[in-house]
C-alpha cells in the first residue's frame, strides 16, 4: 500500500470557507468517483480525519501501483533503447490519450496532469495507464476547457516526444483522422499556453 499523511492542509471554499477542506478527503473524493466510473487509478483501502491539538490531520492509504512505471522514466527508456519500435510507441501514445479523455469525459479536469503523475505497465505490449495525485482535480462543466488545460500543462513536459507523436496523441484523444478547423484553432491554443507557460518557469 501507500500512505500519504497531511496536517492542516487544506483549501477554503464555498461549503468550508473557515478551515477549509482537507486536501486528501478531496483526493478521497475524487479517487473513489473514479473507481464508480471505472477509470484507473490508486485503489482507496482507508481514509480517515481528526483533529489533533486542535490540527486538522488527514491520513489517505491506497493499493500500490505494482508493475506501473512513471511516463517520465518510460520516456527515458524510449531515448536509451533503440529496439523500441514505432508501433510500440504509438500504441502506448494511444493509451495515453484515451485514459485522459476518459477522464475528462468523467468530467474532471486532473490540473497537474504531468509525465510523473501518469503510470504505465506493459508499456511495451499491451499498455494499461493510470492517473495519480487528483487532489487538485476539479469538475468542469465544458470538455474543450478541461482539455485545454490539461493537454497544455501535459504537452509543456512531453520534449521527448515529437511534434508527430504529439499529433498522434492529439488525434487518438479526439478520436479523430485528421483535424477540422475547430480542432485546429484549439491545437493552436494549447501550444501558446504552453509556451507562455514555459516562459514563467
Known amino acids: 500500500v501507500f500512505v500519504k499523511k497531511q ?24 479517487l473513489t468517483y473514479l473507481s464508480s466510473c471505472q477509470i484507473a487509478a490508486p485503489k482507496v483501502v482507508f481514509y480517515g480525519e481528526d483533529y489533533v491539538h486542535n490540527n486538522a490531520c488527514a491520513i489517505l492509504v491506497t493499493e500500490a501501483l505494482v508493475g506501473f512505471s512513471p511516463l517520465d522514466w518510460v520516456m527515458e527508456d524510449w531515448q ?21 479523455r476518459r477522464l475528462h469525459a468523467a468530467g474532471l479536469t486532473h490540473r497537474a496532469l504531468y509525465p510523473k503523475h ?19 482535480a476539479r469538475f468542469g462543466l465544458l470538455f474543450l476547457y478541461r482539455s485545454y488545460f490539461d493537454l497544455s500543462a501535459l504537452n509543456r513536459h512531453l520534449d521527448v516526444w515529437t511534434r508527430t507523436q504529439k499529433l498522434a496523441f492529439f ?26 507557460s514555459s516562459l514563467k518557469r
Do not use: C, M, W
Not at 7 to 30: A, D, M, V, Y
Not at 80 to 100: D, E, G, M
Not at 179 to 188: A, E, H, I, T, V
Open 171 to 196: 488525434l487518438h484523444y479526439f478520436q479523430v483522422n485528421q483535424l477540422n478547423k475547430g480542432l485546429k484553432l484549439l491545437l493552436r491554443l494549447i501550444l501558446r499556453r504552453s509556451a507562455r
Open 7 to 30: 496536517q492542516n492542509h487544506g483549501r477554503k471554499t464555498l461549503l468550508h470557507p473557515i478551515r477549509g477542506e482537507p486536501t486528501f478527503r478531496r483526493e478521497f473524493k475524487r
Open 118 to 136: 501518469i503510470f504505465v505497465k506493459n508499456a511495451a505490449t499491451h499498455p494499461e495507464v493510470a492517473l495519480i495525485d487528483l487532489e487538485k
Open 80 to 100: 536509451n533503447k533503440s529496439q523500441s519500435t514505432y508501433q510500440q510507441k504509438q500504441n502506448l501514445i494511444k493509451a495515453i490519450a484515451l485514459a485522459v
